[in-house]
């Protein structure tokens, strides 16, 4: 949708998956323990592994700054949401010195997951042939929620849950025709 000369709006509907590996490794080492010969230690190996798959949502927006005819330069922001159902794998192994060994695990665990995407920067497009093919290059700050992903079960019995978080500097190329 063209609001104006210089802003322009495209809800879009598409399929996103993903697939997410989380090993965590962890030493343990008890300082607090006054006879150095009896120190405490162990070692704590995690595993959140995940991948799912659903529908998505959103809207592109691009603020025109420069129009040179066949190619601009714009601002732009995307903002989506999407919601997979995927299988979570989950494990943790633990040893101690003391000769102990704990195993969790936490095999298909099927639910669904909520994504929140935006993405926010400077872009250029050129178009080609009648403007039937177009050239993209957008530059930007990128962040995603991943809402209540992150998910471990304890040697401790106690279900963790938590959000991921990704952000950062994104480049994006792209070719339509």
């Known amino acids: 949708f063209q609001i104006s000369r210089f802003l322009a709006i495209r809800p879009f ?24 010969s009896n120190l405490y ?15 998505s949502a959103g809207v592109n927006t691009v603020w025109m700054l420069v129009n040179f005819q066949s190619h601009f330069l714009s601002l732009f922001g995307d903002f989506s949401i999407a919601t997979m159902w995927g299988k979570w794998t989950c494990s943790d192994v633990y040893n101690s010195t003391l000769g102990n060994t704990y195993v969790v695990n936490m095999n298909n665990s099927s639910l669904g997951s909520l994504t929140l995407d ?9 178009y080609f042939s009648d403007c039937r093919s177009c050239l993209s290059v957008k530059l930007g700050y990128e962040m995603q929620i991943w809402i209540n992903q992150f998910r471990l079960a304890t040697f401790q019995l106690q279900r963790l849950h938590g959000d991921l978080t990704l952000q950062g500097l994104t480049l994006k190329c792209a070719f339509e025709f």
């Open 41 to 55: 230690s162990g070692q704590e190996n995690l595993k959140n592994n995940f991948w799912g798959v659903g529908p």
């Open 13 to 36: 509907l598409g399929l996103k998956g993903g697939f997410i590996r989380q090993p965590i490794n962890i030493k343990y080492l008890d300082i607090a323990q006054k006879d150095s």
């Open 118 to 126: 935006g993405f926010l920067g400077m872009g250029w497009e050129a």
